[in-house]
C-alpha cells in the first residue's frame, strides 16, 4: 500500500507541475480530482504513511510567471468539482442564492477557449 500511495503522489505532483508551470495538462480535470480523492481517503485510512509534502497537503501554487491575471467585469463564480446533473443544480442555486437573483445569465468556457452564452430558467 505504501508504494501505492507513493505513486499516486508522484502523479499528482506531476499533474500539478504540467499545470501550474508548464502550462499543459496530460490528465483530466476530472481523473486529477479523482485521484486526489482517492489519495486523501487512502492517507486517512493509512496514517502511518503520512507525508508532509503530499499534494493533499499542499495550499498555493508555482504559477508560472507568464501567467497574466486579469480583472473581470463581472464577478467569476467557478464550478469547482462539479461532475454531475445534481452537482450542477446545487451550484446554480448557489449562485442564484448568493445574486439573489432567480434568473441568471450563464456564460461558460470550454478548454478550447470557446465561449457559450445562455439563460437557466
Not at 493533499?56 to 507568464?66: P, T, V, Y
Not at 467557478?78 to 450542477?88: I, V
Request: glycine share 2%.
Amino acid at each position: 500500500m505504501k508504494k501505492y500511495i507513493e505513486n499516486l503522489r508522484k502523479k499528482l505532483h506531476k499533474a500539478n507541475f504540467d499545470y501550474y508551470v508548464n502550462n499543459k495538462s496530460e490528465i483530466s480535470d476530472f481523473e486529477f480530482d479523482n485521484l486526489m480523492k482517492e489519495l486523501i481517503e487512502l492517507e486517512k485510512k493509512h496514517t502511518d504513511f503520512y507525508d508532509e509534502n503530499s499534494p493533499s497537503m499542499r495550499i498555493g501554487s508555482d504559477i508560472n510567471k507568464d501567467f497574466k491575471q486579469i480583472k473581470h467585469n463581472n464577478k467569476m463564480f467557478s464550478l469547482g468539482n462539479t461532475y454531475s446533473k445534481e452537482e450542477l443544480i446545487d451550484f446554480d442555486n448557489r449562485i442564484k442564492k448568493l445574486l439573489h437573483e432567480e434568473k441568471c445569465y450563464r456564460k461558460c468556457q470550454n478548454d478550447k477557449n470557446h465561449s457559450y452564452g445562455f439563460r437557466w430558467k
